[in-house]
């Protein structure tokens, strides 16, 4: 990484991964001016991960799945919000199965499934309803 203030190279002096988040927070230094500054490094999942469906391979939305785990949360009053923290939990679960930057759908399914079934058993089944896993 380039350093903000004069374009030289850094080095990392500090690095933490943010489990709430899903990132990593870094302090790096400049080699050439000694500048420190702060960075925080977020996966892109529309290029580092892809979402396996029916045979075929598209870049995985984690805003289809935020909608569909808020649509189970609708019958809650704070199921925006809600839905944004299962949503985070959700993918911390699925960045620890990846083998190949690829996840099919079923165990996406299983993973939102039994995340929402520990918050509320009401929304884990609506979610079920609507997306069933092929082994079940």
């Not at 500090?14 to 420190?36: D, F, H, I, L």
């Not at 985070?88 to 079923?106: E, F, S």
């Amino acid at each position: 990484m380039v350093c903000i203030y004069c374009h030289g190279g850094t080095q990392v002096v500090n690095s933490r991964p943010q489990k709430r988040t899903n990132s990593t927070w870094r302090r790096r230094r400049c080699n050439q001016c000694g500048g420190v500054f702060t960075s925080i490094e977020v996966i892109d999942l529309g290029v580092g991960l892809a979402f396996k469906k029916s045979g075929g391979i598209e870049p995985f939305s984690r805003d289809k799945l935020l909608l569909s785990v808020y649509d189970s949360l609708r019958h809650r009053k704070t199921a925006l919000s809600d839905a944004g923290s299962l949503t985070n939990t959700i993918l911390g679960y699925v960045y620890k199965q990846l083998a190949d930057a690829t996840i099919d759908r079923d165990n996406l399914v299983r993973i939102t499934c039994s995340v929402l079934n520990r918050f509320d058993q009401a929304a884990a089944t609506h979610y079920h309803a609507f997306h069933p896993a092929k082994t079940d």
